[in-house]
């Protein structure tokens, strides 16, 4: 079946440096993939969207591209702030029979020191 | 916008308890959907709810049931809990029928079973 996998963590790294987590999947068809943030004691924030091959997904300086001949989605940021440190979730929309679900991966804890 | 809305935050059960859960979609959504998140993993896939009739469902035993109603909130009603039961519960919302699936979450419900 479908699935997602991430980089395990924990992730530490100093203000300003540049920030990769790796997130590769297995899916049929073409599913969208995301990428979601888990802040301390709250619920998912969507962070970025792709919807298509190719697609880059961007906010808050955070970017992914959909690259489907390696079938990744990584994360990058060029300069993490200390604000940045949560927990990331990488993911994809899997329809079929079992309606458009998000399938996860286990998720890495970025820490970030000033 | 009202985004999603989950109640309660916490609540603490004893094992073969049954549980109710609610979740009030974000404006404008008419399917939800609900995940489980154990501590120190992904969020997994329980079931979702479009048009009032479950849409899709995960690996979940059928003490887990839920419902929707008319105006799109849902409940997640856990029977027999079991220890294993501890968990954060995540509702989303998205928009069906769209070429969007995107789901936004709530803050989630943190279930400590005893």
């Known amino acids: 079946g479908d699935s997602v996998t991430q980089m395990e963590g924990p992730v530490t790294l100093s203000e300003e440096a540049f920030l990769t987590i790796n997130c590769t999947y297995t899916a049929t068809g073409y599913p969208s993939l995301f990428w979601y943030v888990q802040y301390p004691g709250e619920g998912l924030q969507l962070l970025l969207k792709?919807?298509?091959?190719?697609d880059k997904g961007s906010n808050k300086g955070f970017e992914a591209t959909y690259r489907k001949e390696t079938t990744s989605f990584h994360l990058e940021k060029g300069s993490v702030q200390v604000s940045d440190s949560a927990v990331y979730f990488c993911a994809l929309s899997s329809r079929g029979n079992q309606g458009g679900k998000l399938i996860f991966g286990q998720g890495t804890e970025l820490s970030v020191k000033p | 916008e009202t985004g999603v809305t989950q109640s309660p935050t916490h609540l603490i059960k004893t094992r073969g308890q049954q549980v109710t859960l609610r979740c009030s979609s974000q404006?404008?959504?008419?399917?939800v959907s609900w995940y489980q998140q154990a501590l120190g993993q992904g969020p997994q896939f329980i079931f979702q709810?479009?048009?009032?009739?479950?849409?899709g469902r995960g690996n979940f035993p059928p003490r887990f049931s839920g419902l929707q109603f008319p105006n799109y909130s849902s409940e997640l009603n856990v029977n027999a809990l079991e220890l294993d039961d501890s968990a954060l519960y995540l509702c989303?919302?998205?928009?069906?029928?769209?070429?969007?699936?995107?789901?936004?979450f709530g803050p989630g419900t943190r279930l400590t079973v005893l």
């Open positions: 989303a919302s998205s928009l069906e029928g769209t070429m969007s699936d995107t789901q936004y």
């Open positions: 709810y479009y048009r009032e009739e479950e849409n």
């Open positions: 792709a919807t298509k091959a190719d």
């Open positions: 404006s404008g959504h008419n399917t």
